[in-house]
């Protein structure tokens, strides 16, 4: 670190600051002061420093900071001379109050060139600012430009933050550098543990900051204290002979709410773990933030561990306070769930009859029996039990009538599996209830069974279908129908299982099937499966993009899909990953280039283009390695085609490159004599072809 560069500490201690909203704003007030320095011309040395928080507090912590700015040039442009000087070259006043301006003399101004002739300038060279004069500013701003919606107004004055603010520290090497910031002067004072350690923290340098706070009971270092709550809750686990189930939303939740960790191992009742797990998970994750262990075999035990912001001297009394928390919780899970299997499932699918799904799509049993006849019809052309599939889509929505539901919302599904197999449904049909839900975020995968993925598919069918009926297609961020990520599940679930389906008959059963829904004056108009399809296709776009598909790749075998509409998305997924390998290739570039041209020259052609070359008229050797070598590639692609073996497609026909050039090189295809041309026309038109088998590859071409 040079000898002008000192270390920076800034502190901004408040209330309890928002827990999900708290990573975000410790990295945007990071970003202000950084950029604020950079505006400014301060050098620093970032390092490995980022952004430091605990509930109460956000800081940065910067390991060298320039003392002061570079020297500040500064040059200001004045009058034209034929302004600033009369007929005798005397100054004018326009040119006297600009030196006055200045605070120079006329005399002592620089004269510039530009395109509209000679003009004076005002050059001057200033002492750059100490960094301590300029660091009050550079965090008012940073304090300013956090994404704060609701900020809160505190006391009798206007300020307004996240949270009422309460000390600010602001160290540039061992100095304090004076500022007022939302009502606080700038110390060296920081704050420990509210319970813990109740008093002020000297804090004499900016390197001394962790480990003082460390000593007064808070880690600020977030991802120190993210350690040793995993560190924590995976011992106490062990300790009750299973092993924690660490959500990381829920982890990054408790970093969030908690300074100085501890985990406090608990337990409840074993009777309730004949309520669905997945019920209690999230009553404890979800509502509590505790961390559920399991057992060896990764079954819900009867332990989860809490984590206190306190290492408290009677663990004992926090234990039984996280235990009496979930008991009425769980016994309400319990309740519902014993209540709910004594109506059953086909009281419940009784009621669905008296609930709306959509005013123009009729009631959710309407939209069951939809399910139900598309998942009978995938279900025949994927060798799956048609009749398994329509008792599964049968029952896939009892449990929206269900109690356990009604609580848990996030069961859908889950407690249906359960209802299911509990009433002796085959395994495979309480499953596939679970499921239909699959993908249900992001990253989550697919159905894993075959009868699961059918009556996924199905299900995202007639949501598709149903949503763009009744006019409900996204527009901007509306989209209550959640088509988008019904589209994209529908299309993973094709691929990923690999399904070979023609799309367009789905999309078409899917159309038919909400078109013959009847609601009186409100019936849905039948959608348009070429929007459909289009639109599942969009979101392909980003869906590829993030496995490094280029677009150009995209699109070229969305060329090729468009003019094969029946093609499955499994065919088309082989297309992608095939050009993808193809365009690795070094001859991608230059055949991809060919067929460009090709197909330029083609589309300018007068009359139909034959399909079959005459030997008889080449007149070039050019010509006739061509034409040799595309027979002979055809021949070798033609059962390749045929495997859709589409990897060694492409590789075969790059070995075309050679004959390519060399006929481009040496051959007029415009030829004078018109039976030639339209010869050497036909021989691009079959090279062009067989070219484009796979994917329009012209569309690698820049």
Same mark, same amino acid.
């Given at each position: ?46 390092? !490995? ?21 570079? !020297? ?28 006055? =301006? ?38 008012? !701003? ?23 603010? &309460? ?25 420990? &543990? ?17 480990? @003082? ?63 669905? @797990? ?22 819900? @035990? ?231 399809? !289009? ?68 589309? =300018? ?82 090279? @062009? ?9 012209? &569309?690698?071409?820049?």
């Amino acid at each position: 670190m040079g000898a002008t560069m000192q270390p920076l500490l800034v502190e901004l201690g408040t209330e309890e600051l928002p827990v999900k909203a708290l990573p975000g704003l410790a990295q945007a007030f990071f970003d202000g002061v950084i950029d604020g320095l950079a505006r400014r011309g301060v050098a620093f040395e970032r390092g !490995e420093a980022r952004p430091l928080y605990t509930p109460r507090r956000l800081a940065v912590l910067l390991p060298g900071v320039a003392a002061e700015q570079p !020297e500040q040039s500064s040059e200001v442009l004045g009058p034209y001379l034929n302004i600033a000087l009369d007929a005798d070259g005397q100054p004018t006043r326009a040119l006297q109050g600009f030196a006055a =301006k200045a605070g120079v003399e006329w005399t002592a101004l620089d004269k510039v060139t530009d395109n509209k002739g000679e003009r004076f300038v005002h050059r001057s060279v200033k002492p750059g600012a100490k960094t301590a004069d300029l660091l009050g500013e550079v965090v008012a !701003e940073a304090v300013a430009a956090m994404p704060i919606p609701k900020p809160m107004r505190w006391g009798d004055h206007e300020h307004a933050f996240a949270r009422p603010v &309460h000390w600010l520290v602001l160290l540039l090497g061992n100095t304090v550098v004076d500022a007022g910031l939302l009502g606080v002067r700038s110390d060296r004072m920081s704050r420990g &543990h509210r319970f813990m350690h109740d008093k002020p923290v000297w804090i004499g340098a900016p390197g001394d900051y962790v480990e @003082s706070l460390r000593g007064a009971k808070v880690l600020v270092d977030p991802d120190e204290r993210r350690a040793r709550i995993v560190t924590e809750v995976e011992a106490a686990a062990r300790t009750a002979g299973g092993r924690a189930r660490i959500d990381d939303g829920i982890l990054g939740e408790v970093n969030g709410l908690t300074e100085w960790p501890s985990a406090v191992a608990c337990s409840f009742d074993a009777e309730f773990l004949a309520v669905p @797990s997945e019920a209690l998970v999230a009553t404890m994750e979800a509502n509590q933030k505790f961390f559920p262990v399991l057992d060896a075999d990764g079954r819900l @035990s009867e332990h989860f561990v809490g984590i206190a912001n306190i290492e408290s001297k009677d663990a004992a009394e926090v234990r039984k306070g996280y235990e009496r928390v979930i008991r009425p919780r769980f016994a309400d899970a319990k309740f519902f769930f014993v209540e709910d299997m004594k109506q059953g499932l086909a009281s419940m699918n009784d009621g669905l009859a008296t609930v709306t799904y959509q005013k123009q799509l009729g009631s959710v049993a309407d939209k069951v029996a939809r399910v139900a006849t598309l998942a009978e019809a995938v279900a025949r052309q994927v060798g799956v039990d048609p009749q398994r599939a329509r008792r599964a889509a049968q029952l896939s929505k009892a449990d929206l009538q269900s109690r356990l539901v009604g609580e848990f919302p996030e069961l859908q599904g889950i407690a249906g599996r359960y209802y299911a197999a509990v009433e002796n449904e085959p395994v495979e049909v309480a499953n596939a209830i679970d499921e239909a839900y699959m993908p249900r975020f992001g990253g989550d995968a697919i159905a894993p069974s075959r009868l699961g993925q059918v009556l996924a598919i199905a299900e995202r069918l007639d949501t598709l279908a149903g949503g763009f009926a009744a006019g409900l297609k996204p527009t901007g961020n509306k989209d209550p129908f959640a088509l988008r990520r019904n589209a994209l599940g529908l299309a993973r679930t094709l691929i990923e299982a690999e399904l070979d389906v023609p799309l367009d008959a789905l999309l078409a059963a899917a159309r038919d099937g909400v078109g013959a829904v009847q609601v009186g004056k409100d019936a849905a108009a039948p959608a348009d499966a070429g929007q459909l399809r !289009e639109f599942v296709f969009d979101r392909l776009r980003g869906y590829y993009a993030e496995q490094g598909v280029t677009p150009q790749q995209f699109e070229a075998v969305l060329a090729v899909a468009d003019a094969s509409a029946d093609g499955s998305l499994l065919d088309f997924d082989r297309r992608v990953r095939a050009i993808a390998e193809f365009a690795k290739l070094p001859e991608a570039e230059a055949l991809a280039a060919a067929n460009k041209r090709s197909r330029n020259i083609l589309r =300018k052609a007068e009359g139909v283009v034959a399909d079959t070359v005459e030997p008889a008229l080449m007149t070039e050797p050019a010509e006739r390695e061509l034409a040799e070598a595309v027979d002979t590639a055809i021949a070798d692609t033609d059962p390749l085609l045929a495997a859709r073996d589409y990897v060694a497609v492409l590789g075969r026909l790059a070995r075309l490159r050679p004959q390519v050039d060399a006929f481009f090189d040496a051959v007029m295809v415009n030829a004078d004599d018109a039976a030639v041309r339209d010869n050497r026309l036909a021989l691009l038109k079959r090279l @062009s072809d067989r070219l484009g088998s796979v994917a329009a590859i012209e &569309h690698l071409s820049i």
